[in-house]
């Protein structure tokens, strides 16, 4: 079976059924039935997806698009909806109730949550005023008309939905809330920004506390619908830059700081899907996206600790059936009953293809061949859109700003530009390196933070750009906390290739050697984290591993050729000290053991005289001039 492995740069971190902490663009599918699927794509817009009949169902464009970009989305819980006068219903359909999916709310980067009606087709409420900081996670509350938000600014704010206004806000955590999530009953609320927090809503008071992860935690869900005093209650969390998905326990004797079972994966999760399990014999079913565009099937049964991670039980990819087969992302996936069938998104998100695929779990590695260019032409051609397009003739005139009477000219406006041109110029990298050289010289207070903002963002230049000038200019420097802090300042995907250029200049001159074990050390102490959630990092950074080794061997045989020309330079270094002391005692003598007569113009000493231009040391012995 084939193994593609690709990078997919566009999507986000998201959680089926509930919120999404977006690093992108948000996609999640509705409850229950999975016959929508709503997600935000480059232009801003909200677009809504049957996956029945594979038609866009409806687009909406909030006022504030650009400006206040999307940033999560979750679904409502499934209610009856009433749309209008409603016609008389029959005798046999008098017992039924119909319950659809209505309500969603979006979360958006100026701190305000859009509800839209997807019955109507239009906005229901915003609700804004409470949160000073970027919507980073939306959360409904499962009976009641309750919806919960978590903020950059740190606060988890509870919206009632029937006034449109905030219920009630309190302080999470000191660093900002990045995922939320609502226990089946409707009793806790699970918030996280790099610790996790399980909070009581009815007191809103901390229930439990875990230690969570490294880097902010990304996506929340509950895996058992048992209640909490009986151990059996169980959720996961996944962070972002993080390979494992943790499963934590409640338990009832506080015991449960840490997870208790991890699952794991080929990168950092982006939609999460799964099935809870209701008893000890009911197994969790799990559906990963990762941000590599590859989904993983587990499969587990929740029944205390496992010490080793579990791997997936099955893998599925997906690419096109060109010659060369270009990997093709897949960017949600939804669970079924059936054990054997999945509803699948991939392409991009401005034109999603959907597919209801049948995957054979017994082989651990699955590749799917679609040709999705041809999928697309045909979809296009049934979407349907609630956006018209202008029909223009010949008599029509196009008005664009900027055309003669529609924009006078502004004198101010141009002097501020000319002002803005000379003042706000933008240095070049040659000025840049310049300045760091002036700097290092007249080593002036507070240079040091400044060298390090421009340190960081040459060395990242540097190592996309490949340009060995700006390198070396980096690599020169001699500090230890400049290089400290320099590598803090890095990010995570520039990590790999700093490493690899590292090992490239250790195995040059011994002199550059030496001022790259500095840089390593530093990149040692500050990124072993994400290094080892590496899965294929002794394949990486096999050639420094083999040259650290090979110096280690030779560094014992260096050890024993040091000793011994220690030994013979000093040695040396006796046996001629032995014959300086031999001709000294030719020049001198002990002036105790020999009589001395003073004579009025000077010594005298076994017949000769001692003048006044002679010395008598300090030990006695005369010494002559």
Known sequence: MLLWVFEHNIGSIMAADGGSFSLGLPC???????????????????????????????????SAHLSATCTCISWGPCRKAKEGPQRKKRKSEAGQVENQVDLLALGTAAG????????????????????????????????????????????IVEWDLQTGKARCKWKADRAPVTSLCVSPDGKLLLSAGHTIKMWDLETKEVYRKFTGHSTAVTTLRFATTRPPDSNGLYFLSGAA?????????????????????????????????????????????LAVVCKD???????????????????????????????????????????????????????????????????????????????????????????????????????????????????????????????????????????????????SEKGVKGAP????????????????????????????????????????????????????????????HPYTAVLMV??????????????????????????????????????HKLTKLHGKLYLLMTQVRLSSCSKIVNLSQMYYFNASAIPITLHTDGWSCTGRDIGYGDEVGENGWAIYQ
């Open 449 to 508: 933070s400044l060298q390090t903002d421009n340190f960081a963002v040459l060395l990242v230049q540097g190592l996309e750009s490949k340009d060995a000038n700006i390198l070396n200019k980096v690599f020169q420097t001699r500090k230890d906390m400049l290089i400290k802090k320099t590598v803090a300042r890095v990010p995570l995907p520039a990590v790999l290739p700093l490493v690899e250029e590292i090992t490239k200049r250790m195995q040059g």
């Open 293 to 439: 565009g590859q989904l993983h099937l587990f499969e587990h049964f929740l029944n205390g600790p496992c010490k080793k991670p579990l791997s997936p039980l099955c893998t599925v990819q997906m690419t096109g059936v060109e010659d060369s087969p270009i990997p093709v992302p897949l960017l949600a996936a939804a669970l079924t009953t059936d054990t054997h069938s999945l509803l699948l998104a991939y392409g991009n998100h401005l034109q999603p293809v959907m597919e209801r695929v049948e995957v054979n779990t017994a082989e651990r590695h699955v590749c799917l061949t679609r040709d999705v260019h041809t999928t697309l032409s045909l979809t296009m051609e049934t979407t349907v859109s609630k956006v018209k397009t202008p029909v223009v003739n010949a008599k029509s005139q196009v008005v664009v700003p900027g055309l003669p009477g529609h924009q006078a000219p502004v004198k101010g406006a141009l002097g501020s530009e000319k002002r803005k041109g000379t003042d706000a110029k933008e240095m070049s990298i040659e000025e840049r390196l310049g300045k760091i050289e002036m700097s």
């Open 112 to 155: 305000s949550v859009i509800i839209y009606s997807t019955v109507k087709g239009a906005l229901h409420c915003t609700l804004d005023g409470s949160h000073s900081g970027v919507v980073n996670c939306v959360q409904w509350h499962p009976e009641d008309c309750l919806l919960y938000s978590g903020s950059d600014d740190t606060h």
């Open 28 to 62: 999640v599918f509705s409850p229950k039935s999975r016959q929508y699927l709503a997600l935000c794509a480059q232009d801003g817009r909200l677009r809504i997806w049957n996956t029945d009949i594979k038609t866009l169902n409806q687009e909406y464009v909030p």
């Open 241 to 285: 830059h993080d390979r494992l998905l943790s499963v934590w326990q409640v338990r009832e004797d506080g015991k449960d700081k840490n997870s208790v079972v991890s699952f794991n994966l080929t990168d950092e999760p982006h939609h999460i899907d799964l099935f809870t399990s209701n008893s000890k014999e009911e197994a969790l079913r």
């Open 518 to 555: 500095r840089w390593l050390k530093a990149v040692l102490m500050q990124h072993t984290s994400y290094l080892a959630s590496l899965p294929d990092l002794v394949f990486q950074l096999g050639v420094l591993y083999h040259m650290i080794e090979s110096r280690v061997k030779m560094f």
